[in-house]
Nanobody, 120 residues
Framework: QVQLVESGGGLVQPGGSLRLSCVAS????????MGWYRQAPGNQRELVAT???????NYADSVKGRFTISRDYAKKTVYLQMNSLKPEDTAVYSC??????????????WGQGTQVTVSS
């Protein structure tokens, strides 16, 4: 079994910052890309940022210059540093991982999501 567990969400005022973390655990041989997606009420889930192993990060236009994605490969963890938060950033943020489990099978996994609310 593989689990992705997010943490770091919460309530923050406009202009504030939050740092999300997502730890992958379980029957993992290797992790390819990891990323963050978000879904606001009434909207479809959208990509926030992704980062492949050894590659460059990719960001949604709406968060470029404000959010930074990073990985700790040894800890199987992906982070999302969110600065200059806006009310429109309010959403459930979910972690995603493309990985290979022991035995060679490629799989895609999602975390349970963490709520981020930006409000005064």
């Amino acid at each position: 079994q593989v689990q992705l567990v997010e943490s770091g969400g919460g309530l923050v005022q406009p202009g504030g910052s939050l740092r999300l973390s997502c730890v992958a655990s379980g029957n993992i041989f290797s992790i390819n890309a990891m990323g963050w997606y978000r879904q606001a009420p009434g909207n479809q889930r959208e990509l926030v940022a992704t980062i492949p192993s050894g590659g460059s990060a990719n960001y949604a236009d709406s968060v470029k210059g404000r959010f930074t994605i990073s990985r700790d490969y040894a800890k199987k963890t992906v982070y999302l540093q969110m600065n200059s938060l806006k009310p429109e950033d309010t959403a459930v943020y979910s972690c995603n991982a493309d990985l290979v489990i022991w035995g060679g099978t490629k799989r895609n996994y999602w975390g349970q999501g963490t709520q981020v609310t930006v409000s005064s």
